[in-house]
């Protein structure tokens, strides 16, 4: 009765029980399992702090530099676009201007698509020698060689128009490009004996620039070029439309002086005739330099001598003052 009236225990199952130890393998697997669930996700967070740390700022920190200049550099791109264009202009107006070549009048020394560079400074600081190789307007002393178009009434076509013959990607159609042979007072004649143009006697030897096969030329001319004018020859003769052919034109085939854009001096373009544009030898011979006209010294020294001797009478009185 005792025994039935104390309360009962739970069982506990004991070792030797059949499934006592697997339950303890079981209830010591479960409390083992919780700490390493925990360590894993200790290393976890760890990891991820570390992908975090300050490696990881520098990157995006230099990704969002690199944004900001690529950003900046289109923000730029307009401006440099705009000023570019400014000192395009600039420089086309007082200093250097490109052209284009359209026609084969002076190969081999220049030939269709060539890009020369023309300097509109140095008739400034010199005068125009014989020999240089000029672009000049032929308005009002050439008549066109071929019919002149007019002006598009585009304005943004007349812009890029002005543009392209501002960078020598088309061709001006009123300029043209020679040689000068004869300066203002020259008399300039075809041929000699020898078939050689001369320049106030003295004959010129034109193998090295004119075009293979050439004559200096098939029409006889004898002019002497006006005052402030200029007569200009293509090197190559046979096709060159020049002063010989334009005699019965306004300016008599001589071209203004005033007409004159500057100076060809080099060419740019294609990269493969690159190269300067000297004057020829044959215009440095001292038979052109003697024959050049002496008014101009003459005159000088008449001017001159006037003042010389005033400043000597000047300087005389003075003298005489000084000794009373």
């Known amino acids: 009765m005792d025994d039935e009236q104390r309360p009962r225990q739970p069982a506990m199952a004991q070792p030797h029980e059949p499934g006592g130890e697997t ?54 791109l307009p401006v440099l676009l705009v000023v570019a264009l400014g000192l395009t202009i600039v420089i086309k107006v007082f200093a ?5 070549i359209p026609s084969s009048s002076m190969e081999n020394t220049l030939q269709i698509g060539d890009r020369i ?6 008739y400034h600081l010199r005068s125009i020698h014989r020999g240089d190789i000029v672009v ?31 960078f020598g990607v088309t061709a001006g159609e009123k300029d043209y490009v020679k040689r000068v042979i004869g300066l203002p007072g020259d008399h300039v004649k075809c041929c000699d ?16 620039y004119l075009y293979p096969g050439n004559r200096p030329s098939l029409i006889p001319f004898d002019t002497t070029v006006p005052a402030n004018e200029l007569w200009v020859m293509g090197d190559h003769r046979a096709v060159s ?24 001096f080099v060419v740019v373009w294609p990269m493969n005739r690159f190269g300067i544009l000297p004057i020829p030898a044959t215009f440095e011979q001292r038979a052109l330099a003697a024959a050049e006209p002496a008014a101009p010294l ?11 001797l005033i400043k000597r009478r000047i300087r005389l009185r003075y003298r005489r003052r000084a000794l009373r």
Do not use: C
Request: charged share 25%.
């Open 23 to 76: 339950r303890e393998r079981e209830g010591g697997d479960r409390q083992a399992s919780v700490p390493e669930t925990g360590g894993i996700q200790m290393t976890s967070s760890a990891t991820k702090d570390e992908a975090a740390g300050p490696g990881s700022g520098e990157d995006v920190a230099a990704s969002e530099a690199e944004r900001t200049r690529r950003r900046s550099f289109w923000r730029e």
């Open 96 to 100: 250097v201007q490109a052209f284009y």
């Open 117 to 122: 560079l023309v300097n509109k400074v140095v």
């Open 136 to 166: 000049f307007n032929g308005l009002d002393s050439w008549d066109p060689t071929i019919p002149q178009q007019t002006a598009p009434s585009n304005p943004i076509r007349r812009f890029a128009n002005w543009i392209g013959a501002a």
């Open 193 to 208: 004996a020898q078939e050689r143009i001369t320049v106030n006697g003295a004959p010129l030897n034109e193998k090295s």
């Open 241 to 264: 439309y020049d002063s010989r052919e334009h005699r019965s034109d306004p300016g008599g085939g001589s071209i203004p002086e005033s007409k004159v854009v500057g100076r060809a």
């Open 298 to 308: 003459v005159l000088g020294f008449a001017g001159a001598l006037p003042l010389i």
